[in-house]
């Protein structure tokens, strides 16, 4: 029979209230293992045969009281610090047989970090309240340097601002003080404006137009270059070459980014004009005469999404400007001179030279024909003498056209939803056409390249201005089609005019082969033309300059002839 001393439960009741950390435990147990004294466990308990008996430690269930009462045993009473499962405890054990006439010892568990985990979360919560004062204070100055640089840029683009508005006020003024600029009928006058104009709303280029009598063409009238600090007049766009874009000369709309435009009748001005002198910007303002448009205003620019509303209002100014001026012409009874087709305006004696910029020198071999004619002869079987057959001759100066087209699957594709017909058969089509409408005798379809060559027994001047019409109608038949297909231009033309070898391959059906320099040098200007362009030699530069627009591309090295320039054929002067 086992009994409990009421005592016995008073002490598990104060060992309840006592608070050792914050997980702590607190019990009394004798020298046998038997619990004398806990804070929550019952102390009486049966055994396997159902005969009460008191709490024993190993029935407490408690891995950490049995390793701190174990730890007891083999150390006797004092501190005992062990670790379990990743967790260190301290334990105490101490004699109460000065107490109480019994070998009872009272032990104390408590883990160690109820001691020493508050600094931990103290150190941890300045760390984070320390990187939060960092972070704000980071951010309050970045925010600081922010608004800094932030007013920094309007003031810059204040006083940008201001100089633009004090440029083009400059320029009005300067515009206003010539006299003759209402008075002057021709072109003279128009170098003055062009060149305010650019240089005022820090364009690349500022250019004026005029609709042809007909109104089937635009004329330049005069267009001002900053970069090159040149004036260049009288190139035309053809209504032919540029479908669409008088139609869209009515519009009043500021245009951006021409390159990005899905506006169809741009695609030709941009391959034609504008991408070949580096420009993809655009601002076109009409001249208006009594409601009808007349000419008109261009602001050509590198990439701009938008054209500032300051810079549109002071181009639409101008335009008005310069229509006041046509109606004054027009009441007076003066025409303004126009160029004829085929000729430039910068060889009309009338014009007075102009002086604002230097006049840049082309440094042009006027021996190269000759030279490549040499050097292609010698490479025939009897040196410079022409080749000994009647079928075979040498031809010293003949013009070759080279179409290269580098996709394959645009190609394949169908033209149209209706008709089954390809689009590498409609352009083919298309480009025998242009070759019987101007004469050319030489056409050969060639895998992905076309080729076509002058009449060898024609006039040399004649049958290369003839090959020049069919490379630029060969051009905007390529553009349509491309566009149509909302494709890019993978086309590349080539053109030059040098020697070659003429045979004679069918007497009976006189057909005849064409093969040499001037073929070898038109596949090689192809091959390095940037999309959509046509490259030429400066041997085509040299016969057709004063008929056609030319802008400088590069050099070539040809063996046994040196180095020479290379050009993109932009259009008609």
Not at 255 to 263: I, K, L, P, R, T
Request: charged share 20%; aromatic share 6%; with cysteine.
């Amino acid at each position: 029979m086992v009994g409990t001393d009421v005592e016995l439960a008073s002490l598990s009741r104060f060992l309840a209230i006592l608070a050792i950390g914050k997980s702590g435990l607190a019990l009394i147990v004798d020298d046998q293992g038997r619990v004398m004294a806990h804070p929550r466990k019952p102390l009486v308990s049966k055994d396997g045969g159902g005969e009460l008996r008191l709490l024993r430690v190993d029935d407490i269930g408690d891995p950490v009281v049995s390793r701190a009462f174990d730890r007891y045993r083999v150390e006797g009473h004092g501190r005992h610090d062990f670790e379990m499962a990743g967790r260190r405890y301290i334990s105490s054990t101490s004699s109460l047989n000065q107490l109480l006439p019994h070998d009872w010892s009272i032990l104390m568990i408590v883990p160690e970090d109820d001691f020493v985990g508050f600094v931990a979360e103290n150190v941890r919560d300045t760390l984070g309240m320390g990187l939060a004062v960092i972070a704000l204070a980071g951010g309050l100055a970045g925010l600081v340097v922010r608004q800094g640089l932030r007013a920094d840029q309007e003031a810059i683009s204040i006083l940008e601002r201001q100089a633009q508005l004090d440029a083009q006020g400059e320029a009005f003024g300067m515009l206003a003080a010539q006299s003759t600029l209402f008075e002057d009928s021709g072109t003279n006058g128009l170098a003055l404006v062009t060149e305010a104009v650019a240089r005022s709303s820090r364009v690349r280029r500022a250019s004026l137009w005029q609709l042809a009598p007909a109104g089937d063409a635009l004329v330049c009238l005069d267009s001002f270059d900053q970069q090159t600090e040149g004036h260049t007049d009288g190139a035309t766009l053809d209504r032919s070459e540029h479908p669409g874009l008088l139609e869209w000369l009515q519009s009043e709309n500021a245009v951006g980014d021409v390159a990005s435009s899905d506006d169809a009748r741009l695609v030709s001005l941009y391959r034609n004009y504008l991408a070949p002198l580096g420009c993809q910007a655009l601002l076109s303002v009409p001249l208006k005469v009594d409601g009808r448009v007349t000419g008109v205003l261009w602001l050509e620019d590198g990439r701009r999404s938008e054209w500032p509303n300051q810079v549109q209002r002071f181009a639409r100014a101008i335009a008005n400007l310069m229509a006041i001026r046509q109606a004054a012409s027009a009441t007076a009874g003066a025409v303004v001179a126009m160029p004829p087709a085929g000729k430039a305006k910068a060889h009309d004696s009338e014009v007075a030279p102009r002086t604002e910029a230097p006049v840049q020198e082309l440094n042009i071999d006027a021996r190269l024909g000759a030279r490549r004619t040499a050097a292609f002869a010698a490479t025939l079987p009897d040196g410079a003498h022409p080749v000994r057959a009647d079928d075979v001759q040498r031809i010293d100066q003949l013009a070759f056209v080279s179409l290269r087209f580098s996709d394959a699957l645009a190609l394949a594709r169908s033209a149209d939803d209706r008709s089954g017909e390809s689009t590498i058969a409609r352009l083919l089509a298309q480009i025998d056409a242009a070759a019987s409408q101007h004469g050319v005798a030489y056409l050969k379809f060639l895998t992905d390249r076309v080729v076509a060559a002058a009449d060898p027994s024609a006039d040399v001047d004649h049958a290369t201005v003839c090959l020049a019409e069919f490379a630029l109608a060969a051009q905007a038949a390529c553009e349509r089609l491309f566009a149509e297909q909302h494709a890019p231009s993978a086309f590349h033309l080539g053109m030059d005019l040098g020697p070659a070898t003429g045979s004679l391959i069918d007497r009976e059906e006189s057909s005849f082969n064409l093969w040499g320099e001037a073929a070898r040098m038109a596949y090689a200007m192809a091959d390095s033309a940037p999309p959509g362009t046509i490259h030429t030699t400066e041997s085509v530069y040299e016969a057709l300059h004063d008929r056609y627009l030319f802008q400088l591309r590069g050099h070539h090295y040809l063996e046994d002839v040196g180095e020479f320039s290379t050009y993109l054929l932009g259009g008609r002067l």
